[in-house]
């Protein structure tokens, strides 16, 4: 199934490796990037709740 | 008065099976509904980018004009198609947040835009390494271009007026309008390449005739797109329960599942 004949064929890209390349690795980079993001998030807003809710729980026990 | 009960804020009404959506309109049930959702779509999203990379550069053929050049294809179809239609997502929940009223359907809107942004940039950077090769430039101020332009300043003006309103029920509100209006673009990118003039090819694959593309270059792109869904999906339900939790964390059912969340 593997179409190129050599490995240094497949980075090469037929000689649009900085075209082909740089896309990949700029949406593979965004995404990591947005995952990264958006798991900070959440731990920024689960911290938040904590701060909140541990003094109350305190309280009502 | 049953747990369940207690645990439905939008009606005091008997649990039923058969009100299952609005069941998910609740903040909280729709809270653990997307946190045992996205475990599998995200199993999903990375099996499919797996076979549709594998597809789209090892099985693929070369096209005998532009080369490997072609293959930014795979990315860049996927992440366009992606940018259209999460806007036409986002403004749908916008449009029913604004209409009735519904907290979740405001948090969906505010989840997807980030992700819908990334795509609109992604599908514009692609584009211009994919133009460079093949046109001599990397941008041009065609029809396509610049109203895929306009679809990211419509993301970035949404998520900007958003932050700059404090009070979020207003924020959904202003940011639905802007949402709703810049819906209008969306065709005007579909079909730029028809009404007019564009230095950017016409869509491979359409409704009217057979697609113009070899049938594994075609494969690869479709699961590429599929992928990009898959990742969407996922990375939207995650936000929109961290968007969730920031807007209810006063509430009660936040206090009583305090470690579980």
């Not at chain 2, 460079?132 to 990211?152: C, F, M």
Request: charged letters at 15%; one cysteine or more.
């Amino acid at each position: 199934m593997m179409y190129w004949n050599t490995w240094s064929d497949f980075f090469a890209m037929g000689g649009y490796a900085l075209y082909v390349w740089g896309s990949i690795i700029v949406v593979a980079g965004f995404m990591v990037a947005e995952i990264i993001l958006v798991r900070l998030r959440r731990k920024t807003v689960l911290r938040q709740i904590a701060a909140i809710g541990a003094p109350r729980t305190r309280r009502s026990t | 008065m049953t747990t369940a009960n207690m645990n439905n804020p939008i009606s005091g009404a008997k649990e039923s099976n058969r009100f299952h959506w609005f069941k998910y309109a609740a903040p909280n049930n729709f809270y653990d509904l997307a946190g045992r959702l996205i475990p599998w779509v995200t199993v999903i999203a990375v099996l499919l980018t797996i076979v549709g990379m594998y597809i789209g550069f090892f099985v693929a053929p070369t096209d005998f004009q532009q080369g490997d050049a072609y293959r930014i294809i795979f990315l860049h179809v996927p992440a366009a198609w992606m940018s259209m239609f999460i806007y036409m997502v986002m403004a749908f929940w916008a449009a029913l947040g604004l209409a009735f009223n519904t907290r979740m359907s405001s948090m969906m809107a505010s989840a997807l835009a980030p992700t819908g942004a990334m795509f609109t940039f992604l599908a514009l950077w692609t584009g211009a390494l994919w133009g460079r090769p093949t046109w001599g430039a990397w941008w041009v101020w065609d029809a396509r271009l610049t109203s895929e332009l306009i679809l990211l300043f419509l993301y970035i003006g949404f998520m900007a007026l958003q932050a700059s309103i404090d009070d979020v029920r207003r924020a959904d509100k202003a940011g639905a309008l802007i949402a709703l209006v810049g819906v209008i673009n969306v065709p005007i990118i579909y079909f730029s390449v028809q009404w007019w003039n564009t230095l950017h090819q016409g869509s491979s694959i359409n409704m009217k005739s057979a697609p113009t593309m070899a049938k594994t270059m075609l494969l690869g792109m479709l699961i590429m797109a599929l992928a990009f869904w898959a990742y969407t999906i996922a990375i939207t339900l995650y936000r929109a329960r961290c968007i969730v939790l920031e807007r209810e964390q006063q509430s009660d059912w936040v206090k009583a599942a305090g470690e579980k969340l």
